[in-house]
């Protein structure tokens, strides 16, 4: 009789004690595992992205507001998610109700499972009870295969603002005791306003 209860797996035994979230700021290569349409307790909506990087790494709570509480439009959020369609080569979003672990979800279907690069800036925060916290902001996508901004990607440049932004966007400090100055704010997410499919496909020849 074979009692073997276990049969050994050295990469899995080299995962223990690694983290399985992204942890730090930096750029990551990965996937949209769901984007879902959220309402802040504010009133404003938002997309809501779960990303998985290529080394199995989790971020979640990745949101892009596109509409603010008083009811206009977030332009700087709108331009990010019009980045991230076009790094997907969307053309629109749908919404379509699923059943998730919280009950009846609303999701963006068409970026389930897109490739992705994203560049995620580490928010450190205070909780409500006085603890330490963190969270991430999509400060720009880029295309996965190429390395590439949209705008780049269009216009056939070289692949130069993610390694500038990886030198110089740091941390954020948001928590309440801390009122230092905070390295970052670069964001020059670009829409693909108006553009046709067959516009966007071209310029991935590159």
Avoid at 97 to 111: C, H, K, L, Y
Avoid at 128 to 154: A, C, N, R, W
Wanted: aromatic share 8%; charged share 20%.
């Amino acid at each position: 009789m074979n009692n073997t209860t276990f049969t050994y797996n050295q990469e899995s035994g080299m995962n223990a004690g690694a983290s399985q979230f992204i942890n730090e700021t930096g750029a990551f290569k990965g996937k949209i595992d769901k984007c879902e349409y959220i309402t802040s307790s504010g009133g404003a909506l938002g997309l809501e992205f779960t990303f998985t990087s290529d080394e199995g790494m989790k971020a979640s709570y990745l949101t892009v507001y596109y509409k603010k509480k008083d009811g206009n439009q977030n332009k700087m959020g709108i331009d990010l998610i019009n980045a991230m369609m076009g790094c997907c080569r969307l053309q629109q979003l749908t919404m379509q109700d699923v059943t998730g672990q919280n009950g009846v979800e609303s999701i963006a279907p068409e970026f389930t499972d897109k490739t992705i690069g994203l560049f995620l800036q580490k928010i450190l925060r205070t909780k409500q009870d006085g603890s330490d916290t963190y969270g991430f902001d999509i400060k720009i996508p880029f295309v996965h295969q190429t390395g590439k901004t949209l705008s780049e990607q269009l216009k056939g440049t070289d692949a130069l603002t993610i390694d500038k932004m990886s030198l110089s966007i740091k941390d954020k400090d948001e928590r309440s005791n801390n009122n230092q100055a905070n390295a970052g704010g670069f964001n020059q997410a670009v829409a693909n306003h108006g553009m046709s499919q067959d516009e966007l496909n071209s310029s991935w020849e590159n």
